[in-house]
Every structure is written in structure tokens, then in C-alpha cells.
């Protein structure tokens, strides 16, 4: 696929929403290689943001499904994942293996 066409599905994607994506419903803070905080909670469709707020390169990975990853996150970035099943997800840092948190989705 041309990598014009890739870099324009992220537009299509939103193509119908108005203007910035919503805010998200739980906000965590990457900090001193720990999630912070280690625990949230939000509904179907919300969605969760990350915020890389130390000095190392950070990754939000599935515990259970480790493709289901961000990007690495270098300091400053963010990562937003919307949430679509009902359950727990368990995720870890792929660099620091150590790091855990928890994204509970209810209904
Ligand atoms: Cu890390």
C-alpha cells in the first residue's frame, strides 16, 4: 500500500466526528517506571489516555495478547486506547517488564 494512502487512514478513520477526539474518561501518567494510577476503570466506548510524564522510553502492552501494544513512548507521548469489550486488561512496559496496570471496561 502507497504510504500516502497509510498515513491518510488515521484521517478517514475519525471522518465524521467533529473537530478533537472526546476527552478521554481516565487519564495515567507514566512516572518513575510505574502506571499511575495502577488501576482504572471506564465504560465501553471510553477511552483511556497515557501520558509518558518521565525520562525513558515506556510501552502499554496487552498482558494477554503482547501485539496489542502502543508504540514506544518516548518522554512526553501519549497513547490513547478506546475501550471495546467488557473485562479486565491486564497490560505491562515491554522494556520494563515490572511495570503493570489494569484497564477495567464495564458495560
Ligand atoms: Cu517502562
Redesign the pocket.
Known amino acids: 500500500m502507497p504510504r500516502a494512502l497509510l498515513l491518510l487512514l488515521p484521517l478517514l478513520a475519525t471522518a465524521g466526528c467533529t473537530g478533537a477526539p472526546p476527552s478521554p474518561a481516565a487519564e495515567v501518567r507514566i512516572v518513575d517506571?510505574a502506571f499511575e494510577p495502577q488501576n482504572v476503570t471506564v465504560h465501553v466506548g471510553e477511552s483511556v489516555l497515557w501520558t509518558n510524564a518521565g525520562q525513558?522510553g515506556?510501552t502499554v502492552t496487552e498482558t494477554r495478547d503482547p501485539t496489542q501494544t502502543s508504540s514506544a513512548l518516548g518522554p512526553g507521548a501519549t497513547f490513547r486506547f478506546v475501550a471495546r469489550a467488557v473485562g479486565t486488561q491486564e497490560y505491562f512496559?515491554q522494556?520494563?517488564p515490572w511495570?503493570r496496570g489494569n484497564v477495567t471496561v464495564q458495560a
Do not use: A, L
Open positions: 517506571f525513558s515506556h512496559c522494556p520494563h511495570m
